[in-house]
């Protein structure tokens, strides 16, 4: 017969199937892993699988805190060959993060050697540090040989591992845990463990108690680098009762600790002579150190934070950062807020307590629910580890009954061994002993058979019937195992407590006071500069008050439009025909040792738009408006501001019609003078203008022909001025322009005699 030999067509084994379904349900299987055998801790022992694997090899290395620190490349190696078939950065990723102090709040693996620092350096690699458990991380593993978990085959099926951990420390929210999955994520930051212990003594004494009570001994988080939780109470209590909120974190102000444990809280060190400088101790958790200082320093170039001279790192094992102000002048609370508000020194820890319950089923729980799964996960295994120790001590009595036996009728068990070919069943028959009872007799060494063994039989044979009792009596008794666990915890509060090293609160809970909203503009270092604006809209500041009438240099074809005397601390208004005001600072203006750069790179100003007047801002000062048909108002400096780039609309225009006078009203001024292009004059009172923050204005003169040539503020008494032209710089004024004095509105008449020939003031 011919034997095929053809190779199966590889095509016969593809499935035809819609691309959407099969799509949805292996992404669905892949989300489902992450879900829960990646990203999510787990509410009864706080740890993700490649944690828990870490510990569970550790443990088998023996890497007790009382043996020698064993290679971190054994623990690796042993994690991804045995438990974890992933990659050996990932898995000693999370071995360091277990052993930082500033990043678990309770470390669960002791290095030796090089394991990263605050400022974000790496760890050294694996073949270089050694480590073991912590004895935190021992009371966490407390109970695995006592029957309390299920074990489960690792991925190839040749070893077990642990489903959970069974000890009684709280990891969950001891030391928190944060994990993206696939839909949803989860934050959970570190917290005091006698805090916790404290909250839940109480809901086991009392299941119906309000969460108000819970947050009265569960303050909030308690991050492992310090700092400041500066959130209401109110605030924090309701982001635990939702399970979901924001936490505002701060660096801390302070020189160090006091005498008495407590924090030194201005963080103002004050140096000879008046001067002083800040220091921080303690930073936001999760912020690297260097990237601060980068921060800090990067504002001080860009002149973001003038009050700030200088950042000096003066850490050794503590942290100890130095701010130097640029004088001694400034006030420490505006640096201080000029700091949280422009770095990470103030950062928000956003709070998901989104874990997996005993069932592997993830879910948002707030801080009630949360504790009352962590107790029923506890008395369970209370309850697994005494069915465990019944099982044990069932086992043992049955063996001490058979050996009691066996002293009571020594000669006739030895004469049965010596002269019986198969003792067992003899003995088994004329004593009536078990299988395991005889067993174990004849499996007894000669040096047992001393008279002293039966009384040692009889009292741990007592000692076992009690202790069975006492253990029977706790399954039966819901109370009874209540009672225990809270025992148990106070027992464990003692290594935690408020006075240990490791138990001591670090991050205060003191919310903060109102922020104190203060304008950047304050942080501006106050200098005088010379503003410069060509004709063609080119924009520079030149240091100092350069003389108004010196020639500057400008771009062929172009010329001076504008040049003003300011401070770096002012802002620029900016009027244009058009009716529109923009704002521009004076410390954004480019160097003068160019051209500068054109305006219009900074405001949207309109491509057919014309520039009319540049002035600087001053606080409740005011502006004569005037357009090129003689209507005009009066309008408020606060009001003209504008917070963007497009600038504000005030005057309204229409075609035709242009804003063509903007000039500064003078507080003593009472008077305003206006002429025509047909060279007559009006002065009337000002208070017959109106103030205005937008519109078309008044009629200030009235026009057969031509329009508005230009208008000015004046002191009635003082008389009206104008320079006479010419080289000699004369300027001619008329004290008495009573007669030119009308209600405004009026056509007027021919201005004094020397008035300018080009009709302007």
Known sequence: ???????????????????????????????????????????????????????????????????????????????????HPHGDASVYDAMVRLAQDFSLRYPLVEGQGNFGNIDGDNAAAYRYTEARLTKTAIQLMAGLDEGTVNFIPTYNGEE???????????????????????????????????????????????????????????????????????????????????????????????TGREADGSWEPTGIEKLGGGQWQLVISEIPYMLQKGKLIEQVAQLIADKKLPILEDIRDESDEQIRLVFVPKSRNIDPELLKESLYKLTDLESRFSLNLNVLDATRTPGVLGLKLLLQEWVIAQIDILLRRSQHRLDKIAARLELLQGYIIAYLNLDRIIEIIRTEDEPKPVMMAEFQLTDRQAEAILNMRLRSLRKLEEMELRREFDELVAEQEELQK????????????????????????????????????????????????????????????????????????????????????????????????????????????????????????????????????????????????????????????????????????????????VMTTKPGVRLTVVREVPAEHDHIAVVGDNRKLVVFALSEMPVLAKGQGVTLQRYRDGGLSDAITLRLEDGLSWAMGGETGRTRTEKDVVMWKVARGAAGRMPPTGFPRDNKF
Request: hydrophobic residues 40%; charged residues 25%; glycine residues 8%.
């Open 160 to 254: 077990e591992e642990p489903e959970i951990f069974p000890g009684l420390f709280p990891n969950l929210l001891a030391n928190g845990s944060s994990g993206i999955a696939v839909g949803m994520a989860t934050s959970i930051p570190s917290h005091n463990v006698a805090e916790i212990i404290d909250a839940t003594l109480l809901l086991i004494d009392n299941p119906h108690v309000e969460h108000a009570q819970l947050m009265e001994v569960f303050h909030g988080p308690d991050f492992a680098t310090g700092g400041v939780v500066v959130d209401s109470p109110a605030a924090i209590s309701h982001a635990y009762e939702t399970g979901k909120g924001a936490i505002r974190v701060r660096g801390r102000f302070s």
């Open 1 to 83: 017969m011919a034997i095929d030999t053809t190779e199966p067509d590889p095509f016969d084994a593809i499935v035809d199937a819609p691309f959407d379904a099969a799509l949805s349900e292996r992404y669905l299987v892949y989300a489902l892993s992450t879900i829960t055998a990646r990203s999510l801790p787990d509410l009864r022992d706080g740890l993700k699988p490649v944690h828990r694997r870490l510990l569970w090899a550790m443990r088998q290395l023996k890497l007790d805190p009382s043996q020698a620190f064993k290679k971190s490349a054994r623990v690796v190696g042993d994690v991804i060959g045995k438990y």
């Open 474 to 649: 706790l399954l039966d008794s819901p109370a009874r195992q209540r009672t225990r666990l809270k025992r148990d915890l106070a027992t464990l509060r003692k290594d935690y407590a408020e006075d240990t090293a490791l138990g001591r609160r670090r991050t205060t809970i003191a919310e903060a006071a109102p922020t104190v909203e203060f304008s950047m503009d304050a942080m501006i270092e106050k200098a005088p500069v010379t503003v410069i604006l060509s004709a063609k809209g080119w924009i520079r500041g030149a240091s100092g008050h350069e003389p108004l009438d010196k020639e500057f240099k400008f771009k062929e074809g172009d010329g001076p439009a504008f040049t003003i005397h300011a401070q770096t601390t002012d802002k620029l208004l900016i009027a244009c025909d058009n009716g529109r005001f923009y704002t521009l600072g004076a410390d954004k203006l480019p160097s003068a040792r160019g051209f500068g750069e054109p305006i219009r790179t900074m405001l949207d100003i309109d491509a057919s738009a014309q520039i009319v007047a540049l002035i600087p801002y001053r606080p409740k000062g005011q502006l004569l408006l005037a357009s090129n048909i003689g209507r005009g108002f009066v309008a408020e400096m606060d009001e003209l501001l504008a917070e963007t780039r497009k600038g504000r609309g």
